[in-house]
């Protein structure tokens, strides 16, 4: 179904070997209070299949006790056990059952702490040469050095470079102590060499073949082209049908639709190397509908970061292709590459068509600095199967988690999924490899024979009656901590109906708010005025009708001379599309709801006609973690100024009067163990602190004393489940600060 971005993805190496996976991961801390994770620890892995040992495996824990191992199955039943040792020599084990797809393990290891202080040994290596690797020393303390280079050669050196006789798997050890004794730590990797001169690794890509009776979209007709590495004599091709082929770059045709398992085997010359790829193909035929998607990353150009590579990742058929770049300039390649003027947000749009469709898809790219590293993906279907595979940027390991969009998720590079029914799913991918770069792409993906939307409609009132005039916005629940979330929005009709008549399947919150103000507030789903307790929408099998009553405000003079104004700024990528769906909500001094405010798509909001007093704000936008904001208005200073920061998935903010509590950041984020996060009281305060999912249920609740200093509060989460919380901070003023966290 995809045809460019297949090959490219293809080409970078993806494998989808014959055998399934099995993920193993998890993490080794200590049991002090502040849960320290523990580096180089051994952990053994026994994986049992078909009643017997099926393999073996040893693996260390890195530098922030992270361990994971990958291993290909024959057999898609069995058990694991993890096992490592205590340091007072107790062995500590846990063991699942794997079955089917559920190929995934987790554990995490909670060790004594009594181990030497002091030193940390950790080391990378580069293969300079085929059998020359150089190996950079990057351990914390300790003065003397010993590597075991896994061939029976030893070195005393900080940076040694060693030379290998032959190929073949080496597991490199450096041991590192001091002086006295007093310190001593371990580490090993494997590393893997060959000769270039005799390698040769099997790979191939495919794409449909069309003709006046199939189109490309839906060709049974395959090209082969092999991309394998080497210099190979002898291919053989097996098309997972009962036939196969000798060619080097075959054309088949396939019987009827499937998946099917194609492998490619290929030998040199000299019968000295022999390699096998396999992969799962999808061949189709419908015919479907086209939709317009396209993602984009840094161009390898001399621009640097003006320049941008354009990916068209359409479904269906188009056969033509318009860009416009949002400065002025356009394209009708399928995958062009632009390089801007100036850094900046830009609101591009690809407009494709075909032969029976057309379709727009237009989103906010930001040119200019930024992350590191990116990711993309493409996706094959066949009914309500997919088989998805990612691609991350960064050369060095990269773990891979899906959202599928119907509540359910999985980790790696290629999984395949099935989905209950047809429809159109939005499917995101989060990345982070081990430079902690972390990067985040999403698409609708249309899963089905036909493109199958859902239609969500509901009647909107104010009171006992129907809102003539207003807006119903439906955001899908983005529980990432990068914030693109799926967005629709819709006009009312006299009757207060509203209608979204395509929508893809997942879960969603719908808001609706009054264009006149007249005492009602902004509401969602379920006649609440914040997200956190509206009423989630799981689409796939809609419950129609939607109805919303609109919360009315408390009914108090506000009538007066202050004004209190403001601006929120997007701090990555300005003037994102989401700022003029946030709605500043303005609370009286017991917490009470007044009125609010529309912030427009440059972040600027206004209140006027205030009484003195105090209030706060609160800026509500779905998905977003916030915080109240203290205003006090007086004759003396009848008009304040608050400025505010939406940046990565929150919004905060201190407004131009004193404040009595400051917090930071929660770190780490994701969090496996014990949170941590820097708390500064501006004079002695009870401050209280609560943990709330995203279902309005309170996990943790604790009081503490801050004496006017800045003090790291940690949190022990360990018990919490996998998801998105909200971290409330209250000072004794009940001035609210929240800060979104995932365990």
Known sequence: MKKMILI????????????????????????????????????TIDV?????????????????????????????????????????????????????????????????????????????????EPLTVSFLNLSQGGESYFWDFGDGHHSNEENPEHTYQDEGYYNICLTLMSNDSSCYSKYCQTVTLTDDTLRCQANFTYFPVGDSNNPIHGSLTVQFLDMSLGNPSLWFWQFGDGTGASDPNPIHTFGGPGIYQVCLTIQSADSSCTSTFCQDVVVQNDSASCVAQFVHHPADSAQGDLSLQFIDLSYGN????????????SSTEQNPMHTYASEGDYYVCLTINGPDCQSVWCENVWVGAGSDCYNYFSYQVLDNTVVFSGFHSANIPASYVWEFGDGTSAMGQEVTHSYSGPGMYYVSLTTFDDNLCRAFSSQLVVVGDT?????????????????????????????????????DVTLIDSSGVYVFPYVPSGEFVIYALNTTY???????????????????VVLGQPNNPYDIHLVSAVTTSIGGNGVINGQISDEVVRGSGFLDKINMLLYNESKESLGFANVTSDGDFNMDNLAY???????ELTGVSAEFIRVELTSEQPTAQVNMTFSGGSITGIENQNELVFAGEIYPNPVTYILKINIEALEMSDVGLKIIGTDGRVYHASNI?????????QINVSDLPKGMFILQITDHNQVFLNRKFIR
């Not at 089917?100 to 995490?108: E, I, N």
């Not at 188009?318 to 770049?325: A, C, K, R, S, V």
């Not at 493109?451 to 529980?479: H, K, R, W």
């Not at 004496?707 to 509060?713: D, F, K, P, R, S």
Request: glycine share 8%; charged share 10%; net charge negative.
């Open 518 to 536: 007249n005492q009602y507030l902004p509401t969602y789903y379920g006649d609440v005025i914040n997200w956190e307790d509206a009423e989630v």
């Open 705 to 713: 004393n801050l004496n006017g200093t800045t003090e790291t509060i």
């Open 48 to 128: 049992y299949a078909g009643g017997a040992l099926f393999v073996s495996n040893v693996v260390y824990s890195d530098s922030v006790g992270y361990y994971a191992d990958f291993i290909q199955l024959n057999n898609n039943q069995g058990e694991v056990i993890i096992s490592t040792q205590d340091c007072d020599s107790t062995i500590l084990s846990y063991s699942q059952t794997f079955f089917g797809d559920s190929l995934f393990v987790y554990h995490d290891f909670v060790i004594c702490g009594n181990f030497p202080p002091g030193c940390v040994a950790d080391f990378r290596y580069e293969i300079q």
């Open 451 to 487: 493109i199958a939307y859902n239609q969500v409609y509901g009647q909107v009132f104010e009171g006992d009656f129907p809102l003539e005039q207003g807006v119903v916005m439906i955001f899908s629940i983005d529980t990432s901590l990068n914030y693109n979330p799926f967005i």
């Open 613 to 619: 007093g105090v209030y706060y704000l609160y800026p």
């Open 8 to 43: 490219l993805l293809l080409m970078t190496g993806f494998a989808s070997m014959a055998q399934s996976q099995l993920t193993i991961m998890g993490t080794v801390m200590d049991n002090t209070p502040i849960g320290q994770p523990i580096p180089n620890q051994e952990i």
């Open 318 to 329: 188009p056969t033509h292709w318009l860009w416009d770049f949002g400065d002025g300039h």
